[in-house]
């Protein structure tokens, strides 16, 4: 039908010929909205999508760890938890300088040991807290403290005086064996939040979830 036709009939039907021309305007737009619409929800789709990827990126570190054999979950120490662990430092009747921090986290106690003037060294399996603490070391300008992505199971146990574990209950009898077959006489276990299970602590220090119990070897 052509458009002179197709007007002719509309004035024939009595119809209001602006009312016609809006209706005839919406049908000649509506394609043009529905591929509008079509991008659109492509578009949110294609940010949705880079989104989860992105936060699987940086969440995966902090997963992968959890994949292991053992497993250190990433849980900060407190305040008091890193005075108690000071403390029993400066208790230590070895006298070594030497430390390490088995599942060191975000390097606190490794930063804390550092600037008492211990040479210290942290352990960690996840690389973004590994790179975090070695970034607080340098922007604090602590040189004698250090840290490395490594497996605490294929440490060398007898460069160190003294050993701190936060450790999880279910892996503390594992541990204790590893520390029989590992350290040398003249250190000490740092063990904060669970103690090793057959181990006669030499001193607690604190209470409730920041109870540090020594042991020397």
Known sequence: MTMENKNTQN????????????VETSQEQQPVAK???????????????????????????????????VVLPYVPASTQQVENVMKALSKSSTGGKKLIDLGSGDGRIVLAAGQRGFQSHGVELNTVLVLYSKLAAWRQRIKNATFSRQDLFKVDYTKYNNIVIFGVEEMMPELEELFEKSLTSSSQVIACRFPLPNWKPSHIIGEGIDTVWVYEV
Do not use: M
């Open 35 to 69: 591929i509008s619409n079509r991008s659109t929800g492509l578009l949110l789709a294609s940010i949705t999508g880079g989104a989860a990827i992105a936060l699987s990126v940086v969440c995966f570190p902090f997963v992968a760890p959890a994949l292991r054999r």
């Open 11 to 22: 004035l024939n039907c009595g119809c209001d010929p602006y009312l016609l021309s809006l």
